[in-house]
Structures are given as structure tokens and as C-alpha cells.
């Protein structure tokens, strides 16, 4: 059974760090691209970043560049996302998602599998 699950968020304050973790199971990461959402309330799913199967590709939404990196560890079979410099705006549900497709896309649509999501609120 295809599975993604994330953890790592929690309630921190403006200027923060944390690091998501997205532990997949059911496949390994090594062969999929990798994306990062997250979903403010009355917002739509917004794609911050994500990086190819083969990692030549990486993408960051204006609004995390220079403040998240995506990474993958492919022994543990987990992917994460750092995110320094934490702002209230951050505050959304975070989501991973998978897709066995070459390049990389913040477009939901574009994706195969998806987490269940972990809520980081970030006060001011």
C-alpha cells in the first residue's frame, strides 16, 4: 500500500525554524518527483516547492525561496522540508505528494500520492 505520512509541524514563532518530514511507504522516493503543498484556511492548495526523480530539478515558490529547502533521504526513504525564517503568512496545513514522472511541478494536479497533511502555525 502506497503510503506518505508527515510530521514535524507544531505552533512556533515568526522568525523560527522547522523541519517537515514525509516518510513514504509502499514505493521508494528515489524514483519519484517530490513536491511540497500547503493549504491555508479558505485558501487553495498552494505548491511552495519540489524537486525531480533524478534532483537535477528544484523549484521554490517566490514566497519560500532563499527560507525552505527540500531534501531526500533516500536510505530512510523520507523526504523533508527546512523552513527557517518562519512568518505568520507560512501558517497553513503541509502536505507532501509523489509523482513517477520526470521534472517537477507545483500543480496538485500533477501528483500521484499525497500525505495527509501537518498543521504549522506561526504566531506573531
Known amino acids: 500500500q502506497v503510503r506518505l505520512v508527515e510530521s514535524g509541524g507544531g505552533l512556533v514563532r515568526t522568525g523560527d525554524s522547522l523541519r517537515l518530514s514525509c516518510a513514504a511507504s509502499?514505493?521508494?522516493?528515489?524514483?519519484?518527483?517530490i513536491g511540497w503543498f500547503r493549504q491555508a484556511p479558505g485558501k487553495e492548495r498552494e505548491g511552495v516547492a519540489c524537486?525531480?526523480?533524478?534532483?537535477?530539478?528544484?523549484y521554490y515558490t517566490d514566497s519560500v525561496r532563499g527560507r525552505f529547502t527540500i531534501s531526500r533521504d533516500n536510505a530512510r526513504n523520507t523526504v523533508y522540508l527546512q523552513m527557517n525564517g518562519l512568518k505568520p503568512e507560512d501558517t497553513a496545513v503541509y502536505y507532501c505528494?509523489?509523482?513517477?514522472?520526470?521534472?517537477?511541478?507545483?500543480?496538485?494536479?500533477?501528483?500521484?500520492?499525497w500525505g495527509q497533511g501537518t498543521q504549522v502555525t506561526v504566531s506573531s
Open positions: 505528494a509523489a509523482a513517477r514522472k520526470w521534472g517537477c511541478s507545483v500543480a496538485a494536479r500533477w501528483y500521484d500520492y
Open positions: 509502499g514505493f521508494t522516493l528515489d524514483v519519484y518527483t
Open positions: 524537486f525531480s526523480l533524478s534532483d537535477v530539478v528544484t
